[in-house]
């Protein structure tokens, strides 16, 4: 009897408990109405007290606060919740490599505006009228360096460039050494055929063209390399969501709220297969992104080292003056070749036969330059400081893709213990997390994948960042091997340096560094000393022309 009244008891408590707990089913829907309102929803869309889930084709057809057009409009606002994270991620990612591009874009720029009005200045203030009359050769000059630099090899053909330059350079240094004589255009173009035989200014020309092909293909390619990686990351966040991944937002995100629990968080296994079943497709970009990511940080060694962009145009003025003087020091050699090979040219008319060096008011200096200096030459800033900076960004943005999952799934929404939401209630999630990519998704618990249909936008970014992961590995090398267009639709040709050694490193004397010390060009040795302590000027075509030379046209930058 006893034990009956025991049991009597404890069936009754048993049935108030069931009783308690189905009536909190069927009246516990006002949190999930202010909720659902914070949202932005209609609150008059959530019903007054629990109604059974039969009707629902997501979350659990249980007794349940939501109807099925307030799942359909959760599952539109899990879409949207969805992405929040990754978009915001991305957008930080293209912020951050558009004003990294734009630095480096607009250093370049400065630093070529800046050498050529260096020079410009330069030779008006010392030269005037003389030297304004010659000044197109490098404006011409400085134009093409600029186009390259815009259009790539498609435009302008680096080394043809800088053939015409020397060529042109020669012809008019030679009209100007040897103004005694008057030379027909056929004759001058027999000179310039022979510009590479006479080798009239040394070995500059050559040094300056491996220089300038190595910094301005590594530069252009560089800031291509930045300019692509917004493009990418725009590209590949826009990407749609299946609609198997809302769904599966949805029963993550929301499936709580329509069971009343609106502060549970998901697991976080749960979450990082809900998201690497989302985000397979991207997953796969990460090997040719940090693959990419890797010819960016080798190219910007390159510009912090032998290739430095910076080291070639702020001194390119005393690099040519060295040219000018080679040309100065052996033009009676070279003249003498030329009488051989092209002729003896016809004495001019009205040829002054003296002139002195104090005539020609020439005084001056070699301005000495170290190519150890790395000053802030552009843009407030100096190249050293913008690759620190850039080398610190690509480093971070490794693995960007791979680890999205990760870094969406932790803080507040998720929960990392067991008591969590598992996809049907606040319980351990028991099952494997999957791995990254699109083929680790056959067997995703949460996320039906078709891993037979990968994205083709994503397909195609792949293939864009692996042709500029090519064009990267070339440029270390100091080769151009980018497929520009010019205005005229042209296709672009390969040029470089021929660099192919893993060090490519530059001659010991590549910077062409003058003394420390001012020293006089040896254009003054055209006077000399009499032994009777007078002075005299040496006859002949070549040390009358010299003075003159200077004057008119080319001289060191001096200072």
């Not at 490599?97 to 630095?103: A, D, E, L, W």
């Not at 999957?434 to 680790?440: C, D, F, I, K, R």
Request: charged share 25%.
């Amino acid at each position: 009897m006893k034990t009956m009244l025991v049991f009597s008891t404890v069936y009754t408590f048993a049935v108030l408990f069931v009783s308690t707990k189905a009536e909190h089913k069927s009246t516990s829907c006002n949190e999930v109405r202010a909720a659902y309102r914070s949202k932005g929803f209609n609150s008059n869309d959530v019903p007054n007290k629990g109604i059974h889930g039969t009707h629902l084709k997501v979350c659990p057809q249980e007794y349940s606060c939501c109807t099925l057009e307030m799942e359909e409009k959760l599952s539109q606002q899990s879409h949207s919740d969805l992405k929040a994270p990754v978009s915001q991620l991305s957008t930080n990612l293209q912020s951050t490599f558009k004003q990294r591009h734009s630095h480096f874009d607009q250093f370049f720029r400065e630093l070529l505006d800046n050498a050529e009005r260096s020079l410009n200045d330069m030779f008006v203030r010392t030269y005037g009228k003389m030297y304004v009359q010659n000044a197109e050769l490098f404006k011409h000059f400085f134009q093409e360096l600029k186009r390259y630099y815009v259009s790539g090899s498609g435009a302008v053909n680096l080394d043809s460039m800088l053939s015409d330059f020397w060529e042109d350079l020669l012809e008019r240094m030679f009209r100007l050494v040897n103004v005694q004589y008057e030379f027909s255009d056929a004759y001058m173009e027999c000179v310039s055929r022979h510009t590479e035989q006479l080798k009239p200014f040394g070995d500059v020309p050559r040094k300056l063209r491996l220089q300038l092909t190595r910094a301005f293909v590594a530069a252009r390619t560089f800031t291509r390399g930045l300019a692509l990686m917004p493009e990418v990351v725009n590209k590949v966040s826009t990407v749609n969501a299946s609609p198997s991944c809302v769904r599966a937002a949805m029963k993550m995100m929301y499936c709580p709220y329509c069971s009343g629990q609106i502060a549970l968080k998901p697991c976080q296994n749960f979450c990082l297969n809900v998201m690497r079943g989302c985000l397979a497709n991207q997953a796969d970009l990460d090997t040719e992104w940090n693959n990419f990511l890797d010819a960016m940080l080798s190219l910007a060694e390159r510009l912090e080292g032998p290739f430095n962009f910076e080291s070639v145009m702020d001194p390119i003025d005393v690099k040519i003056s060295e040219a000018i003087m080679n040309m100065q020091e052996n033009s009676m050699q070279v003249s003498q070749k030329v009488f051989q090979g092209c002729g003896q040219p016809q004495p001019g008319k009205g040829f002054r036969s003296r002139r002195s060096v104090k005539e020609t008011g020439f005084t001056g200096r070699f301005r000495p330059y170290s190519p150890d200096a790395r000053p802030t030459t552009a843009a407030g800033t100096s190249l050293d400081r913008l690759t620190t900076d850039v080398k610190k960004k690509l480093k971070h943005a490794k693995k960007f893709w791979s680890t999205l999952p990760e870094t969406v799934c932790v803080g507040e929404r998720i929960t990392s213990g067991d008591d969590c939401w598992n996809g049907t209630a606040k319980s351990r999630y028991e099952s494997v997390v999957m791995g990254n990519g699109l083929a680790n998704q056959v067997s995703n618990p949460d996320v039906e994948v078709d891993i037979t249909k990968p994205d083709l936008v994503i397909r195609s970014q792949i293939a864009v960042l692996k042709e500029m992961t090519s064009w990267l590995k070339a440029a270390h090398s100091g080769n151009d091997i980018s497929s520009d267009q010019d205005e005229d639709g042209s296709g672009g040709e390969e040029s470089g340096s021929g660099c192919d050694s893993p060090s490519c490193e530059v001659d010991r004397d590549i910077y062409f560094s003058t003394t420390a010390t001012p020293i006089n060009p040896r254009v003054v040795k055209v006077v000399h000393q009499d032994t009777s302590g007078g002075v005299r000027v040496v006859h002949g075509s070549m040390a009358l022309a010299l003075s003159a030379l200077v004057l008119a046209l080319l001289a060191p930058h001096w200072r």
